[in-house]
């Protein structure tokens, strides 16, 4: 009998379907279907909607959220969320508009752009502190992400206001209009610069989640902290950089946003945690942890954003927006647990 007469086959074997498989099987890939269909509907509805004036407005809309949307997906894919990135966005551009104008009243001016690199890592520091306390917090005394943020949320908007006496704040000095060029200017008068820094913060967030092994242990730890921790992952070491990198980007779309605006209001992005987290989700972050990406936290950004747009363009009500927000996330909850109960 030959050596080979015995071999089986199996017919279920090396016969996944192409768009079973990667990328393809990802909600992402589901919800960038949807934009895309969503993008044709809304560009025959209305002959605004492609312009170039537009798309501008669009993309530099979605990026004063999206980079904050990478770290709150970070903080998702560990299986946590943060819910003070509204006020950390807050405290960010309010610091390092009274740091600006501090140094400007103070006359140290030791070289030109001085005032602006002290008054962003000013900024940047103070929400890297807030992260730090709700790593800390999280990490180390094992308390609830929901509650703790939730009280951070509320303890950081209350100091802005101390800081501020519930009054907005303003860059000054000699390096304001540099301040101005660098967060509100626009690449070949075309291309938002906030979308520059959207596109380096998620390359590098790519790199870091799919080739570091800080990448693979943050989604160990939302995949089965317990587990995790067994194989050796310094469980608490990365919750901790995790909620800090989710605040200073958080920090990032802060100073961004005042530069835009001119200004620093003490209650500059109110509410913006509940978009941010919907974005997240759905772009195709697992609330339970251990799915997520950045691709799909810039892709749910793109989606809310082309339905206000669109809701804009089409003189709908403004209010309507939240609740359709709201039925998104409910309806890409429900498309990720149709899919995992497909695929299981």
Known sequence: MMAGANIQTFSNVGHTRFWQRGFLASQSAYVLAALVVLVVIMSLLSPNFLTGGNISNITRNFSFIAIATLGMTLVIITGGIDLSVGSTIALSATVTSLVMGALATSGFYPFAGSHLVLSILAGLAAAAAVGLFNGLAIAKLKLSPFVTTLGTLSMVRGLVYVATQGRGTFPAGPDKDM??????????????????????????????????????????????????????????????????????????????????????????????????????????????????????????????????????LARVDPYWQQTLVGAIIVAAVLVDRLRSTRNG
Not at 190 to 213: D, E, G, K, R, S
């Open 179 to 312: 301040f101005l060029l660098v967060t509100a200017g626009k690449l070949f008068d075309a291309v938002p610069i906030a979308f520059i820094y959207l596109l380096v913060c998620a390359f590098i967030m790519w790199v870091a989640l799919n080739h570091t092994a800080w990448g693979k242990h943050v989604f160990a730890i939302g995949s089965n902290e317990n587990a995790g921790r067994l194989t050796g992952v310094n469980v608490d070491r990365v919750k901790i950089q995790v909620y800090m990198l989710c605040a200073m980007a958080a920090g990032v779309n802060g100073i961004i946003i005042s530069g835009w605006l001119g200004s620093a209001p003490a209650n500059l992005a109110t509410a913006y945690e509940l978009t941010i987290i919907a974005a997240a989700v759905i772009g195709g972050a697992n609330l339970a942890g251990g799915v997520g990406g950045a691709m799909g936290a810039i892709i749910g950004c793109i989606l809310i954003e082309v339905i206000r747009n669109g809701l804009v």
